[in-house]
Structures are given as C-alpha cells and as structure tokens.
C-alpha cells in the first residue's frame, strides 16, 4: 500500500487546513489509517486516527479543532483543521495499519477503540507534508 499526503501549508493562527492521505495499491477497507506529526526537536506524535467501522479517536490537543473522515470510493482519508495554532506547526504523516485479518482493539481513556496513536502499530508511511502556523 503507499500513502501519500498533501494539503500542508503556511498559514496563521486561527485559519484552517484540510490535510488528504490518498491510499492506493490496496484495499483502503483493511486498514486503519492513523494521522502523526513531528515537530522539530520533538518525537512523533499520534494526532487522529480512524478504522473501516468509522471509529475515530484524537489526542486531547486536537478535539473539538481537528476531524477526521474517509471517503471510501476516492480511498483518501481527510484531516480537517480549524482553529490552529502555532503548536500544531509540524511535518504531518499518515500512517497505515493493515491489511487486518483481525480488529485489535485499544483502550483510551476508558474507552475501547478500534484504531491507535502508537507509530509502532502502523507498517506504511508516507513522505509527510509541511504545516506552519504562524503567531
């Protein structure tokens, strides 16, 4: 499978941006894609991620600023942006988890969820694209 995303940009405090992870050579209903970031001088950091049965999970940074959806037909997942920050500024990667003969399932917060902000549990990456906030 190869992802790659596109959409990053330059833009200031408050605007938005909407992030693709276009997915190809593969069944896009057998992963789970997952969303990361790295700043400069920092690790690699789980943003949002989503599965086929549409569940979604986001660090506590990001909710109620950032959503994540699929389009199925086009194989592209979409990362909304609103409201962003300079902390947001990073290279964003998306990440595949699959193919899956299997549904894990992970714990956060109490809950349980079908997909996970861990870079270990995903085997494709793509190139990243660029996101700037400025002050």
């Known amino acids: 499978v190869q992802l790659v995303e596109s959409g990053g940009g330059l833009v200031q405090t408050g605007d938005s941006l909407r992030l693709s992870c276009d997915v190809s050579?593969?069944?896009?209903?057998?992963?789970?894609i997952g969303w990361f970031r790295q700043a400069p001088g920092k690790e690699r950091e789980g943003v949002s991620c989503?599965?086929?049965?549409?569940?979604?999970y986001y660090i506590d940074s990001v909710k109620g600023r950032f959503t994540i959806s699929s389009d199925i037909a086009k194989n592209t997942v979409y990362l909304q942006m609103n409201s962003l920050k300079p902390e947001d500024t990073a290279v964003y990667y998306c990440?595949?988890?699959?193919?899956?003969?299997?549904?894990?399932?992970?714990?956060?917060?109490?809950?349980?969820?079908?997909?996970?902000?861990?870079?270990?549990?995903?085997?494709?990456w793509g190139q990243g694209t660029q996101v700037t906030v400025s002050s």
């Open positions: 989503i599965s086929s049965d549409e569940t979604k």
């Open positions: 990440a595949a988890d699959g193919p899956r003969l299997r549904t894990p399932r992970y714990m956060y917060g109490g809950a349980v969820y079908t997909c996970s902000l861990t870079a270990s549990e995903y085997q494709h």
């Open positions: 050579g593969s069944t896009f209903a057998d992963y789970a």
